[in-house]
C-alpha cells in the first residue's frame, strides 16, 4: 500500500497492490494523476480498477487522466452518481475548470466484495459525509475516505451531507470494527479506531455497535 497525499487539497490517493502478483487498484485519484501513474510504473504494478470513496472535487479530479492512460473501471455508488457528473460545476465552486469524468464502469453496493490478488475488500455505506460515501474493508484497515479523520470527523456542511447519518455511519461501521484497525483516510494521517474510538471529540462515549 502507497499513500499519495497530492495537489491543493492534500487529499490522499492509494494505490493498494497484491505484491506477488502485480496487480493494483487506485483509491480515490485526486488532482495530481501524472504522480499516480508514475508510481505504478516506478514500481511495475498493473492497475486493475479505479475505486472512490467518494465523488468530491479533491477524490475525482483525476479519473479522467487515468482513465484515458489506462483503460480501467472506474467504481462508485450511485447515491453519489449526481455529484460525479456534477464534477465541472464542483470545479466552478473552487475556481477551477475541470472537464466531465468519463462515467463510471461499475456501481458498488453495500456488502460487495472486492478481490485484489488474494486479498478480499468488502464495501461497506457509510454516507454522511456524502450520499455515496463507501468504506473499503480488509483484515486490519479500512479505506474510508472522508468519513473518519484522526481527530475529527468528515464534513457534513456540503451539498448532501448529514450530520446524524456521518455520525450512524461511524458507530455501526467504523466502531464495529477491531480497536486495532489501520484508518486510512481521505486527508490527513492514519490513525486507528481504538484511538478514535477514545480520543476523538466527536466521538467520545459512543458505544461500540454491530
Known sequence: MVSLPNGRFSENCYLLADQECGRAVMVDPGEEPILFLSELDRRGWQLEAVWLTHAHVDHIMGVRAVKQATGVPVLLHPADRSLYDALPRQGEWMGL??????????MLSDGQQLILGSRTFTVRHTPGHSPGSVSFVTDGRVFGG????????GRTDLPGGDYATLLHSIQTVFLALPDSTIVHSGHGPDTTVGIERVTNPFLVGASRLG
Open 146 to 153: 472522508d468519513v473518519l479523520f484522526s481527530g475529527s470527523i
Open 97 to 106: 475548470r475541470l472537464e466531465a469524468a468519463p462515467p463510471p464502469d461499475v
